[in-house]
C-alpha cells in the first residue's frame, strides 16, 4: 500500500488542517484530537497512519513534526464523554484542536464519516489517515499525546497497566477492574465500567 500524499491537499486552498484523534475505544482516559498544518517543504519522511507505525518511530515523528507543522491539540474529559456520548466528546475534541492553531483554516480533512458541527470549510475522509498526509501527522500527534498521558495516569493508578494497554479494555485492563474497581478516570457510561458501578 502507498503511504499518504499529498494528492488530497491539493484541491483545497491553503491553509489546509488535518484533524485525527486518539482514544474512542479504551473503558478509561480521555479523548484526544490534534489539527496539524504541514509545511510541504519541510516535511519529515515517513508519516503515516500512527496504528501502522512502531513506538519509536511515531515518537521520533511527533518531534520532528513539533518543529516544523503548526500543531493544536483539544482533549475532551472522561467527565464530557460521560456526558455527551463517545461521538460528541470526540466533536468537542476536534474543534477544541482546531481552535488550538489560532488561524483561520482554508479546509478542514478530518478523519472518519462526519465532521463537527463548526463553521469551517471542512469535509470527511474514511480511512483518511491512510490517503492525507495532513491527517497522517494528526494522527501520529493525537496518540502519541494520549499514550503520553495513560503513562502518567498508570503511575497515578497503578495496578491497571494503562502504559501498555492505554485503557482499551484488555484481559489485563478488565481483570484489574475486576479486582480494583473503576477509578475516576474510567468512562462511566461504557458498559463494562456501567456493569461494575450496579455491582457495587
Not at 14 to 33: F, N
Not at 48 to 63: A, F, I
Not at 109 to 125: E, F, H, M
Not at 127 to 132: H, Q
Request: glycine share 8%; with cysteine.
Amino acid at each position: 500500500m502507498t503511504a499518504p500524499c499529498f494528492k488530497i491537499e491539493k484541491d483545497y486552498a491553503a491553509p489546509i488542517v488535518g484533524v485525527d484523534e486518539a482514544g474512542r475505544g479504551p473503558l478509561a482516559g480521555p479523548v484526544v484530537a490534534a489539527a496539524v498544518i504541514l509545511d510541504r517543504k519541510h516535511c519529515p519522511r515517513g508519516i503515516d497512519d500512527s496504528k501502522k507505525l512502531c513506538l519509536e518511530v511515531r515518537e521520533s515523528l511527533y518531534g520532528k513534526l513539533q518543529q516544523v507543522a503548526r500543531i493544536g491539540v483539544g482533549i475532551a474529559t472522561v467527565e464530557e464523554i460521560d456526558r455527551y456520548n463517545i461521538l460528541w466528546a470526540t466533536m468537542l475534541a476536534m474543534t477544541r484542536a482546531v481552535e488550538a492553531l489560532g488561524i483561520e483554516p482554508g479546509m478542514v480533512l478530518v478523519d472518519g464519516n462526519r465532521c463537527p458541527k463548526w463553521t469551517y470549510p471542512s469535509t470527511a475522509i474514511i480511512g483518511g489517515d491512510a490517503k492525507s498526509r495532513s491527517i497522517a501527522a494528526a494522527s501520529i500527534i493525537a496518540k502519541v499525546t494520549r499514550d503520553r498521558m495513560m503513562a502518567q495516569y498508570c503511575d497515578e493508578h497503578p495496578g491497571y497497566n494503562w502504559r501498555s494497554n492505554k485503557g482499551y479494555g484488555t484481559p489485563d485492563h478488565r481483570a484489574a477492574l475486576d479486582r480494583l474497581g473503576p477509578t475516576p478516570l474510567h468512562r462511566r457510561s461504557f458498559a463494562p465500567v456501567k456493569q461494575h458501578l450496579l455491582d457495587l
